[in-house]
Each structure stands twice: as C-alpha cells, then as structure tokens.
C-alpha cells in the first residue's frame, strides 16, 4: 500500500521567502508519480505540480519547485518568493500505476505567510 | 482551459435523506474518482469509474453509496441514506488516462452537512 508523511501540520514563512513543505512517501511499486496540490480557505484542490518517479530532473512551474530525492523517498516543494496569497493548506499525495489508480494523500501542511 | 464542475456547491440534508452529488467530468477524460474530505482532515479516495463501471472502491464506500454515468456526460455520486459523519466535502476528479498522465483534475467540491 501506497503512504504519504507529511511531518509538519503548520509552518510559517514571511513574504518573499522561500519555504520547504517536507513530504516523504512508501511504495514498493517502482512507477508512481508525485503530485502537490494546494488548498486555499474557499475549499477547491488546486494542482501545483507533478514529479514522475522516472523524471531525470527536478519538476518546476514558476515560483514551485520539487525536491525529489528518490532514495529518500521524499518529494518537498519549495516555494520560492513567498506572497500572501499562498497561505492555504498543501498536500502531497501519491499515485501508483502497478497497483490502483487513485492518489493517496497526506495529511497536509498549512502554511502562513506572514507580511 | 477545460475544468470539472460540481453541483451543487453546498447541500445541507436531514440524516437519512438521499443526496445525489452531480459531476460534470472534462469531455475527453476516461477516468473519473470521488474523494471525500471530513472537515480538517485529509482527502480521502473514495471510488474509481472506469468504463461504466467501478474499477475500485474503498472501505468507505459502503452499500449506502453509489456512482452513476447516467448520460455519457455527467457522473454522480448517491449517499441512499445519509449519516451525521457523511457531513464533508466531496471532491470529483477525472483525467484523460489511468496509466501515464501528470495531473489528476479536480472539481470545486460539494460540500454536505447532514443535520
């Protein structure tokens, strides 16, 4: 079965910093892909960005960017340049393609940013 | 750009009452989920649609709820007789395929309270 860890339930970063939301994640399939999603207060799941287990490079898009270290098996986003407006809970979340196909997510770090 | 609707965006019922969750999935997608959010917590994987037909459902997803694609277009989402502890938000998704994709499409959500 297929587990997402996310260890910190709150973090706190002032604008325009830069911040690490720390993800880890178990699965014995060897195909799987890793999503970030963030959810602001109004409640809609809003797709970050995507890490494939077999991608050569770290995933960006803009100011998101993830850390993928495969013997690890962690996948942290960071967010460069903090603004307000990414206060919102983020998840992580797994999707393997051996076994079922749904994402498994993590309990979700809430982030403040603080002007 | 292309997007998954819900309906409605909040239903309030009495326990014990029937509520249907409608989902209008993206045209071309082959894949369809329902995932439910208990308040503060995490997503959680409720079922998967494949072909007409559930290709996987959790633990949760008991003999009180159901999934229809009555109409080629819409896909919904029945709790027969609703409980206090169904009160979360529910969250459709869809993508184009199962196996290779790098983005699961998410819905707005609908979110029930049950009285």
């Known amino acids: 079965a297929q587990k997402i860890t996310q260890t910190q339930p709150g973090m706190f970063v002032q604008e325009k910093e830069a911040v690490t939301l720390d993800c880890t994640y178990d699965?014995?399939?060897?195909?799987?892909?890793l999503f970030w999603y963030k959810q602001p207060s109004s409640g809609e799941m809003i797709f970050l960005i995507y890490?494939?287990?077999?991608?050569?490079q770290n995933a960006t898009e803009g100011r998101y960017s993830l850390n993928f270290q495969k013997a690890r098996k962690s996948a942290n986003l960071v967010i460069s340049a903090s603004q307000l407006g990414d206060s919102a809970m983020y998840f992580c979340?797994?999707?393997?393609?051996?076994?079922?196909?749904?994402?498994?997510f993590g309990k979700g770090t809430k982030l403040t940013v603080n002007p | 750009e292309p997007e998954v609707t819900q309906t409605p965006s909040h239903q309030v019922t009495q326990m014990g009452q029937e509520v249907i969750l409608r989902c209008v999935p993206i045209s071309n997608h082959l894949y369809f989920y329902w995932y439910r959010q208990i308040l503060g917590q995490k997503v959680e994987f409720l079922v998967s649609?494949?072909?007409?037909?559930?290709?996987?459902k959790s633990e949760i997803f008991d003999d009180q709820f159901s999934v229809e694609r009555p109409d080629g277009s819409n896909f919904t989402l029945k709790i027969r007789s609703t409980k206090l502890e169904d009160s979360a938000m529910y969250f459709c998704?869809?993508?184009?395929?199962?196996?290779?994709?790098?983005?699961?499409?998410f819905g707005p959500g609908t979110r029930l309270t049950v009285l």
């Open positions: 979340a797994i999707f393997t393609q051996g076994g079922s196909e749904k994402l498994v």
């Open positions: 890490q494939g287990s077999y991608d050569q």
């Open positions: 699965t014995s399939d060897p195909s799987y892909g």
């Open positions: 649609f494949y072909n007409n037909e559930i290709s996987e």
């Open positions: 998704a869809s993508n184009p395929e199962g196996s290779s994709y790098n983005e699961q499409f």
